[in-house]
């Protein structure tokens, strides 16, 4: 049966970077998906005519992945990075202030401060990229309106992802993340190299709980509104960090895995660019 990578593109999680690596490796076999209306309005129909069309494509990006089981004749190997979800709202700020765009969201981190831009984020029927997103974002393919809040049966929907075979990262431990989907990867395209060099670079990198005191510092009494708008998505993080950890547990020699993978990257020049 054909394999075919499929990488749900969530946007401002690392997903370029990871993208980058799949193209350095599967060169012309990999396809960087920005066809949007179609995957969005037809799904996994659109999906399946696509990949029939390319039969030469292995590994497929698109920040619309649909749910891919229902594929017929072709088996996905689904892979995600997410972030933690408090890190990701200043992320999603600083890019959307400096993205050359007309999206509302672009238009309001341009006329907002930070604080004012989250709080407009936690509107009802403004889009919810900082409410709840990759678990809405995870649970099989869902379409969520905007106004209607994510709940248990998302999150429950979302955290199968862990049981089905999908390959979920983290952008907070992206080398070691990188190391346990290249070896999984590794079991169906032997010899696959995924090492990087880290695309997209915003603000220097600080500690998880630093960067958490700064929002919190910033945005004052909207933290909390932030925190509860991300309870699911909160939930859903620790349960990925969980994962990670007993495949790394798993792993034999993982730390001489771990040290190999990073070599590859710094003679990319990755040590000076990292994620």
Known sequence: MRLVITHGHIFKNAGTTFDWALRRYFG?????????????????????EFLEENPGIQALSSHHMCDTSSLEGIKSLPVFFLRHPLLRVLSVYSFERKQRSETPGAKAAKKYSFKDYVQWRMEPEVGRTIRDYQVAYLASGKKIPNARNVNLNHLSSAAKRFEDGSLVGLVEDFDRSMTVIEQELGKHFPNIDLSY???????????EQRNINYIANELGEVFDLLVENNSFDLALYRMAKESLEKKVAKADNFDALLADYRSRCEALGGDKKRA
Do not use: I, W
């Open 28 to 48: 012309d076999a990999f396809c960087d998906h920005r066809d949007d209306m179609p995957m969005r309005r037809r799904g996994v129909e659109y999906l399946q």
């Open 197 to 207: 060099l880290r695309q997209n670079t915003g603000r220097a990198v600080k500690s």
